[in-house]
């Protein structure tokens, strides 16, 4: 069984910033993408940042230049560093991995979700 256990959301003004952070647990071989979705009140999840094992990237375009995703393939964890944070940005936080080859086969894995709220 893998678990993805998820970390860093909380209240933050606007203008501040935050860092999630994602730990894959369980018998994993190795991850093929990990990355962040959100779902604001009322709005369909969506991607906010993807990475692959090798390193590529993709960002939602209304966080390009604020937000900067990374991960560790020796430890399973990524990282989202968010800064210049809007209230628009107010969500709940799902960190998930895809191709996750484990002893039982191909999985897709989705954490429980982390409140972010971006508020004076």
């Known amino acids: 069984q893998v678990q993805l256990v998820e970390s860093g959301g909380g209240l933050v003004q606007p203008g501040g910033s935050l860092r999630l952070s994602c730990a894959a647990a369980?018998?994993?071989?190795?991850?093929?993408?990990m990355g962040w979705y959100r779902q604001a009140p009322g709005k369909q999840r969506e991607l906010v940042a993807v990475i692959t094992n090798g390193g590529r990237t993709n960002y939602a375009d209304s966080v390009k230049g604020r937000f900067t995703i990374s991960r560790d393939n020796a430890k399973n964890t990524v990282l989202l560093q968010m800064n210049s944070l809007k209230p628009e940005d107010t969500a709940v936080y799902y960190c998930?991995?895809?191709?996750?080859?484990?002893?039982?086969?191909?999985?897709?894995?989705w954490g429980q979700g982390t409140l972010v709220t971006v508020s004076s």
């Open positions: 998930n991995a895809r191709g996750v080859v484990t002893t039982s086969g191909n999985l897709e894995v």
């Open positions: 369980g018998r994993i071989f190795s991850i093929n993408v």
